[in-house]
């Protein structure tokens, strides 16, 4: 069974800092492309940052240059590093994974589409 399981989110001020982390059941790292979605109130859910199982990493321009995806294959774990945090960034932050290896471009409209696996959210807040 694939599981994902994710820690690290919180409250933090603008310009502090969070690393989130996905533990992955079920899948390696060379099994699936690795992502991280966020979804804010009232918006639709986007994909913030992702990394194939070649290497490949993608980042939104809203957050390039402050947040770094990472993946530990010992530890089974992918991390967000999220610095320079800003109000804007946040969100409910869910991590996802995609055996298929598609880079994460088919469309999803919501966490639990069925095109990926996902994790069960962690809420990022950064207040001003």
């Known amino acids: 069974e694939v599981q994902l399981v994710e820690s690290g989110g919180g409250s933090v001020q603008s310009g502090g800092s969070l690393r989130l982390s996905c533990l992955l059941f079920?899948?390696?790292?060379?099994?699936?492309?690795m992502g991280w979605y966020r979804q804010a109130p009232g918006n639709e859910l986007e994909l913030v940052s992702s990394?194939?199982?070649?290497?490949?990493?993608y980042y939104r321009d809203a957050v390039k240059g402050r947040f770094t995806i990472s993946q530990d294959n010992v530890k089974s774990t992918v991390y967000l590093q999220m610095n320079s945090l800003k109000p804007d960034d946040t969100a409910v932050y869910y991590c996802?994974?995609?055996?298929?290896?598609?880079?994460?471009?088919?469309?999803?409209?919501?966490?639990?589409?069925?095109?990926?696996?996902w994790g069960q959210g962690t809420q990022v807040t950064v207040t001003s």
């Open positions: 079920g899948l390696t790292f060379d099994d699936a492309d």
């Open positions: 990394t194939s199982s070649d290497g490949i990493s």
């Open positions: 996802a994974a995609d055996p298929l290896r598609r880079r994460f471009r088919t469309p999803v409209r919501a966490p639990g589409d069925r095109e990926y696996f």
